[in-house]
């Protein structure tokens, strides 16, 4: 493999792919990119085995020649160590050459660098075509879809289906849902489809997936039994799904409630921050005191004290009512909502209530109330 490449692109797919590539693995091989220069151009791969990123620099973007190449083939390349040469190096144009499959030549004319490579061969063997269920949406309405849901999954690992964004098709949309077992959250898009699915994807990976879109318009997922893959621009990406069956239905999420409360969102979310501030030995419980002519935000612990203020802003239907909540849940929700003015819907004290944009039917976030203190 013999090629003159555009620094800049370069550069920029070694970042991408890079991200896959955990910085300590048992097996050495992980810790390589794959560089493979074909007739599409140059492919670069990386994989932790769980999660697998393949970037193509073409040969040309629009007029400006980005490879010339004099000679065609594959090598693994240490990620961490070609990244950053490839950074600190000053040049705009890089020359690499891979000498009988051990040696991989790098430089600018200037810097000059040879790195110990491994013949592509024993490169992990991973299926990047598109196959089963495909359907294709707007990056930034998937953006957003991933956004308002993922946060709500478990970051521990104690169960496994806990940490994923549950990802399916139904009756023309795209519906997500994330859950630690003690809050919930639904995002749903339309998709033009008829086709189904339902999968469970690590709510991480996903975060890291919309984080990659830079400015692309589109992407397609590729859901197949074991694997999705997302493919926008000249990105893959390739991650494993959770296997089992969803601990959430749609019985879940109430639909009936004795209780309202409209608020705005951000006088809300300010005072249930300062009261939370008192609470975190309490892990963050805050009490919400509501009727028609009142709506008070208290904590207390018992090192720290005790306060209390007023919502000026609200309406209040129902009976007088108190509702105990972990306020970094609330908090949470609201932010991600990113509405205006926000509505809070309850059955009773000890119901899990629902914080909803009275704009926006597409999101739900549920969270389970604590014991009232």
Do not use: W
Not at 117 to 137: H, N, Q, R, Y
Not at 248 to 270: C, G, T
Not at 319 to 324: A, G, K, N, Q, W
Request: glycine letters at 4%.
């Amino acid at each position: 493999m013999r090629l003159s490449i555009d620094r800049e692109q370069f550069l920029k797919a070694l970042n991408t792919t890079s991200k896959a590539i955990v910085a300590k693995s048992l097996d050495p091989l992980l810790a390589n990119v794959k560089l493979d220069l074909n007739d599409r151009g140059l492919e670069i791969t990386g994989t932790n085995k769980e999660v697998t990123i393949q970037c193509l620099v073409p040969y040309r973007i629009g007029d400006k020649e980005i490879i010339r190449a004099s000679g065609l083939g594959a090598a693994l390349i240490n990620a961490r160590l070609l990244t950053e040469f490839i950074r600190r190096i000053e040049g705009n144009t890089i020359s690499l050459e891979v000498i009988d499959d051990v040696i991989a030549k790098i430089d600018d004319g200037r810097s000059s660098v040879k790195l110990n490579c491994v013949k592509a061969e024993t490169f992990t063997d991973i299926d990047l075509e598109p196959s089963g269920t495909i359907v294709t949406v707007p990056c930034a309405a998937f953006t957003e879809l991933v956004e308002q849901s993922a946060f709500a999954a478990s970051v521990k690992n104690e169960r496994a289906l806990l940490t994923a964004l549950n990802l399916q098709v139904k009756e023309g949309f795209l519906v997500a849902t994330a859950t630690d077992s003690a809050r919930l959250a639904r995002k749903q898009i339309p998709v033009d489809t008829e086709a189904t699915f339902n999968c469970n994807i690590p709510a991480r990976t996903l975060v890291d997936v919309i984080h990659l879109f830079e400015g692309a318009d589109k992407v397609t997922l590729a859901v197949s039994e074991s694997s999705v893959l997302f493919l926008f621009e000249n990105t893959v990406v390739c991650s494993r799904l959770i296997a089992g069956k969803y601990l959430v239905s749609d019985s879940v999420i109430p639909v009936m409630f004795n209780y309202y409360l409209d608020v705005n969102a951000q006088e809300f979310l300010n005072a249930i921050s300062r009261a939370s501030l008192l609470s975190a030995e309490r892990d963050y419980v805050v009490k919400l005191s509501m009727s028609e002519d009142c709506v008070e935000v208290s904590a207390r612990g018992e090192q720290t004290g005790s306060s209390l203020e007023a919502i000026q802003t609200f309406q209040f239907t129902g009976e007088r009512l108190e509702v105990s909540f972990n306020a970094a849940y609330v908090v949470d929700a609201l932010k991600v909502l990113k509405a205006e003015d926000v509505r809070i819907c309850f059955q009773s004290e000890k119901h899990p209530f629902v914080i909803k944009d009275p704009k926006d039917d597409s999101v739900t976030q549920l969270i389970i109330p604590m014991r009232n203190y």
